[in-house]
Nanobody, 122 residues
Framework: QVQLVESGGGSVQAGGSLRLSCTAS????????MGWYRQARGKEREGVAA???????RYTDSVKGRFTISQDNAKNTLYLQMDNLTPEDTAMYYC????????????????WGQGTQVTVSS
């Protein structure tokens, strides 16, 4: 049973920071890439950040310079450090695993977590 479990979401004021974590289990293999996706209410899901096994990363333009994706392979854990948050970052954030996730295409991942809510107040 594949499980991706996110944590670290919550409510924060604009300009604040949060760090999301995702622990993976049951994959039985190392996926080619992992990433973070988000969906705001009434909007389409979008790719936020992704990282390949070789450490290559990609970010959607709106979060560049503010968000940092990283991974700890020994702990099977993915992170998203989010700094200088704005109300536009308010969304449900999902951890995902698969291949070619650096495309940031919202339907690319093979596996999804349950999501963690991030709410940024103005």
């Amino acid at each position: 049973q594949v499980q991706l479990v996110e944590s670290g979401g919550g409510s924060v004021q604009a300009g604040g920071s949060l760090r999301l974590s995702c622990t993976a289990s049951g994959l039985g293999y190392r996926p080619g890439s992992m990433g973070w996706y988000r969906q705001a209410r009434g909007k389409e899901r979008e790719g936020v950040a992704a990282i390949n096994t070789d450490g290559t990363t990609r970010y959607t333009d709106s979060v560049k310079g503010r968000f940092t994706i990283s991974q700890d392979n020994a702990k099977n854990t993915l992170y998203l450090q989010m700094d200088n948050l704005t109300p536009e970052d308010t969304a449900m954030y999902y951890c995902a695993a698969g291949w070619f996730l650096l495309s940031l295409r919202p339907n690319q991942p093979n596996h999804w977590g349950q999501g963690t809510q991030v709410t940024v107040s103005s």
